[in-house]
């Protein structure tokens, strides 16, 4: 059987918290009662999803935006691997986190095995995984001539991606200092995002772009943005140890 990298992302996840995840939230379907206080106590919860079990699967799908079924054949692949599992008649996560599965890592019966992750966490998570939004530049863009060196990060953006958005929110809390622009609201950004995805030999067509000092990214791909900002980042400066007068 495959190795799931399930575990990982919830590692990750739970080493966040419950930090906020901007304005865009997946749907809340219908849950059953919270456990009850002895049992959130106790050792962690487990469950499985059996496919003929009711439930709601929410998936990451285009321009950042989540969608519900309830049909695990419906979920597109490429996504299958991060998918929220609300049980309408089975058991409720621990307080504070949602259920999820990796559906194209099946156990033995068949079934799926449920891992608990931080509500809060669950959006960044799901689209952090080199998803991006369709998008057409503008016509007849004149790209600029680019600087031999590059010495901000810029987020090329538009105003209606939540993939961007939960971007950006995941650079806000690594404290990561950039620049966003809007390739719609701003032609020279736009040419200049042209100029650079020619340049790098990249794709164009999709939001967000990240050029990380010269390193173009094209989507939010967090794991390669932890390694990314990891090289590209000094590290932060001890701290003064206190001295008596």
Not at 15 to 42: H, V
Not at 62 to 78: L, N, Q, W, Y
Not at 167 to 195: M, N, S, T
Request: charged content about 20%; aromatic content about 6%.
């Amino acid at each position: 059987m495959r190795t799931s990298s399930l575990p990982r992302l919830v590692a990750v996840a739970l080493s966040w918290g419950l930090g906020a995840c901007g304005e865009e939230r997946p749907p809340a379907p219908p849950r059953p009662a919270q456990p009850a206080a002895s049992e959130q106590t106790a050792a962690p919860v487990t469950a499985v999803y059996a496919t003929d079990t009711p439930a709601v699967l929410t998936y990451a799908g285009p321009r950042g935006a989540f969608v519900d079924t309830h049909d695990p054949a419906s979920v597109p692949e490429g996504v299958r691997g991060f998918v929220r599992v609300t049980l309408l008649d089975g058991k409720a996560p621990p307080p504070g986190t949602v259920w999820v599965a990796n559906l194209d890592d099946p156990l033995e019966d068949g079934t799926y095995r449920l891992v608990p992750v931080p509500r809060a966490s669950f959006e960044e998570l799901a689209l952090g995984q080199g998803l991006s939004s369709a998008v057409t530049l503008p016509e007849g863009l004149e790209p600029p001539d680019l600087p031999a060196t590059h010495g901000d990060i810029i987020v090329y953006k538009t105003s209606w991606c939540g993939v961007c958005k939960k971007l950006q929110a995941y650079l806000d809390r690594k404290g990561v200092e950039y620049v966003a622009k809007d390739i719609e609201a701003d032609r020279a950004a736009a040419a200049e995002l042209a100029a650079k995805l020619k340049k790098a030999g990249a794709r164009g067509g999709s939001v967000p772009v990240i050029d990380l000092r010269g390193q173009i990214i094209v989507g939010f791909d967090r794991a390669r943005l932890e390694r990314e900002l990891s090289a590209a980042l000094p590290p932060p400066s001890p701290a003064t140890p206190n001295t008596p007068d």
